[in-house]
């Protein structure tokens, strides 16, 4: 008897985990790239930031930063991947990036910056996936440094178009720093291409 109860705990608890990430994967704005393969050293980090956490982080930053904590309180999750890249990973790593690259506008969502510096520079692309004429469900940010290493950053929730350099600039998010979005009817919705 005790036995089945624990067996019926574990089931209830892995069907409850399959529907949370089920729920995730299927938000306007979320991407999964699967893992990014770690170079020889095992040199990565992974960083992932729920919503609960996002609304935590918000309130704390409430009082002194309200622009900030409402873009905080808008988001649904933070996901970041650095890895080092060596010959054991790079060719994998660069065509797992490249293939999201391809996934990302073959589901409709928006290449907003390109940035292409050769063959030892940086290569850098931001994709948003945009809901109306002002409002994004998501951001993703992929960087191929050709001297080793490789960036995927995935934001997902409710960014209004004022608020991208504000969240590039609390996330340290390089490539949107310097975007600006103009959202109104008949203007350009593109940021700037290098």
Known sequence: MKSLHTLIVAAGLAAALSVSSFAAESEAGYI??????????????????????????????AKQEPEA???????????????AMDDSNREGTVAQIEGIRRKLESQGWTKMVTVREGEEGDNVDVHVMQRSEDVIDGVVVTVLDRKGEAVFVNIVGHINADQIATLAENLDIQPLKNVRLKMNKGEDKSGDEA
């Open 69 to 83: 904590a409402a873009l905080l309180s808008s988001l649904k999750r933070v996901r970041v991947n650095v890895v």
């Open 32 to 61: 999964d790239i699967g893992q990014l393969m770690p170079s020889a050293k095992g040199e990565f980090v992974e960083v992932n930031i729920s919503s609960g956490m996002l609304k935590f982080a918000a309130k704390i930053a």
